[in-house]
């Protein structure tokens, strides 16, 4: 297994388009999680699932946000109506709830770089 | 409301001199604490964590230290090498498992 695996590494795309961004998690890792990261700042949390169920999102996914994860494997997170305070780095993570219970510890992927124009 | 914040947004140092990270935290509920290291174009990597119910813990050349009582925990990297040189992230997490991180601290080691 070669970790977590983020797709398209970089999209670049006009206003008001739409993107969508996949990760495909360690395989057994039942929880998964999307952070965002902008220039100089940490990595901040977007919304995480156990298995297919979405646990809690942040109040920094507006409404133009949704993330799934069908059948508890991958995870697509779709922005909709683009805008340039959305060009970030998205980050996903993934662990098994039992490693994250013993030393908190998340796996991450290289990340999806979006640029709004 | 930065739950978890590092101060020095850079720190460099000398090869072979000790590395001092630093990181603040306000929320009393945290239970676990992690660094992460970043390099350029890549995601975050686990470093090294530790429980709130220790004080210390150490692995290899990295040492974390907590302090509860000030809400403050630190890195200590010995000796440093060139290779340590990325940003570090200190973050917390309490029963959710979500990770709230800080800003970052860019370490540069010298030769």
């Known amino acids: 297994d070669t970790g977590v695996s983020q797709d398209p590494r970089h999209k670049i795309t006009k206003r008001g388009q739409n993107v969508t961004f996949r990760c495909d998690p360690i395989?057994?890792?039942?929880?998964l999680y999307w952070y965002r990261q902008t220039l100089g700042q940490g990595p901040e949390f977007l919304t995480y699932?156990?298995?297919?169920?979405?646990?809690?999102k942040s109040r920094l996914l507006s409404d133009r946000f949704s993330a799934e994860r069908p059948k508890g494997s991958f995870s697509t997170l779709e922005i909709q109506r683009t805008e340039q305070g959305d060009s970030a780095m998205y980050l996903c993570?993934?662990?098994?709830?039992?490693?994250?219970?013993?030393?908190?510890?998340?796996?991450f992927g290289e990340g999806s770089r979006l640029t709004v124009l | 409301d930065q739950q978890v914040k590092q101060n020095s947004p850079s720190l460099s140092v000398q090869e072979g001199r000790i590395s001092i990270l630093n990181c603040d935290y306000t929320n009393s509920m945290f239970d676990y604490f992690l660094w992460y290291k970043k390099y350029p174009a890549e995601g975050p990597t686990f470093l090294i964590s530790?429980?709130?119910?220790?004080d210390k813990n150490e692995d290899g050349r990295f040492t974390v230290f907590l302090n509860k009582s000030a809400k403050h925990l630190s890195l200590h990297i010995v000796p440093s090498q060139p290779g340590d040189s990325a940003v570090y992230f200190c973050?917390?997490?309490?029963?959710?498992?979500?990770?709230?991180f800080g800003s970052g601290t860019q370490l540069t080691v010298l030769p």
């Open positions: 395989s057994e890792h039942n929880r």
């Open positions: 973050a917390a997490t309490g029963s959710a498992r979500q990770l709230t």
């Open positions: 699932f156990q298995n297919e169920a979405q646990l809690e």
């Open positions: 993570a993934s662990s098994l709830l039992s490693g994250l219970l013993n030393t908190g510890e998340l796996f």
């Open positions: 530790i429980s709130s119910i220790k």
